[in-house]
Nanobody, 122 residues
Framework: VQLQASGGGLVHAGGSLRLSCAASGRSFNNYAIAWFRQAPGKEREGVLCIDSNDASIYYADSVKGRFTISRDSAKNTIYLQMDSLEIEDTATYYC????????????????RGQGTLVTVSS
């Protein structure tokens, strides 16, 4: 089972990016997929999760109203749409997965992808 995160890059403040987390090896329809991020010099934090019922759970208050998460079951891919990006969103973003329910603790997830770097400039 592998998770492949992509879509990071350099964007100006106020811009948008869409991150993708593609799962291979099995269907993730019964799995929760979460995004965590880690900024330089800061602790890793949970951002947003989608559970097996496609309910969204926010772990970072700072992204509410700006970030959304969605699932494309046909492509076995989760998307993190990031709008109105702020400099404080600069971080490496990781997607992780576990069965059924979301968790705000990264150690609760069984599968982890590599990170994708998002840099927001002024």
């Amino acid at each position: 089972v592998q998770l492949q995160a992509s879509g990071g890059g350099l964007v100006h403040a106020g811009g948008s990016l869409r991150l993708s987390c593609a799962a291979s090896g099995r269907s993730f329809n019964n799995y929760a997929i979460a995004w965590f991020r880690q900024a330089p010099g800061k602790e890793r934090e949970g951002v947003l999760c989608i559970d097996s019922n496609d309910a969204s759970i926010y772990y970072a208050d700072s992204v509410k109203g700006r970030f959304t998460i969605s699932r494309d079951s046909a492509k076995n891919t989760i998307y993190l749409q990031m709008d109105s990006l702020e400099i404080e969103d600069t971080a490496t973003y990781y997607c992780v997965s576990r069965a059924w329910r979301c968790s705000g603790q990264i150690h609760a997830y069984n599968y982890r992808g590599q990170g994708t770097l998002v840099t927001v400039s002024s």
